[in-house]
Each structure stands twice: as C-alpha cells, then as structure tokens.
Nanobody, 124 residues
C-alpha cells in the first residue's frame, strides 16, 4: 500500500509561485509513476503533470505547460510540482497520485494511489 502526503499549498497572488511536495511511503518509490491532478470548484479532476521512474519521461496538461514543472527526488521519496506565473484559474485542490507502472498516464482512473489533496488559491 502506498501512502502519499502532499504539502505546500496556500494562498498566493496572481503571478506568484508555489512549490508542492508529495512524500511517498510503503512502496519502492523509484518504481512508481507519479502524477499531479487538480480539481477546481464545480469541475472534474484534471490532469496536471506526470513523471516516469527516473524523470526521463515527463508530460503536462495543456493548461500548465510552460508554467509548471514536475520533478522527483527518489532518494527522498518525494515528487514536486513547481508552479510559476499562477493565475486565478489555477485555484484548485491539487492531488498527488501514483501508479505501479513504467508508463505515464493521463486519466485519474489509471492511478491507484492518491493523497488527501492540498488547496491552492490564487487571488487576482
């Protein structure tokens, strides 16, 4: 069983930055594909980013490309999401997710493990 704990959310003004962290336990971290999703009020959960075992394969959702960066530190069992140039439309609960596969995935049902979420609020 994989446990995921996110941190780093908060309130930021438009144009600002935040870095989210997700600490994993209960599994060999380097054999997990890690992803970030978000759910804005009244909307479905949306793919944000995913990263392969050693970071060689990365992809982003269309709404965050060029502004967000996903990375991982396998020695610390942690995945990060650096978010720059934040806009009010980025306001959402951000979730860390993991899957026991070598392939990236873009749909929430493809991830078996989830964190509790962390709130990001961007004020205009």
């Amino acid at each position: 069983q994989v446990q995921l704990v996110e941190s780093g959310g908060g309130l930021v003004q438009a144009g600002g930055s935040l870095r989210l962290s997700c600490a994993a336990s209960g599994h060999t971290f380097s054999s997990l594909v890690m992803g970030w999703f978000r759910r804005a009020p009244g909307k479905e959960r949306e793919f944000v980013a995913a990263i392969s075992w050693f970071g060689g394969n990365i992809d982003y959702g269309d709404g965050v490309k060029g502004r967000f960066t996903i990375s991982r530190d396998n020695a610390k069992n942690t995945v990060y999401l650096q978010m720059n140039s934040l806009q009010p439309e980025d306001t959402a609960v951000y979730y860390c997710a993991a899957r026991s596969s070598y392939k990236l995935a873009y749909n929430d049902y493809q991830y078996a493990y989830w964190g509790q979420g962390t709130q990001v609020t961007v004020s205009s």
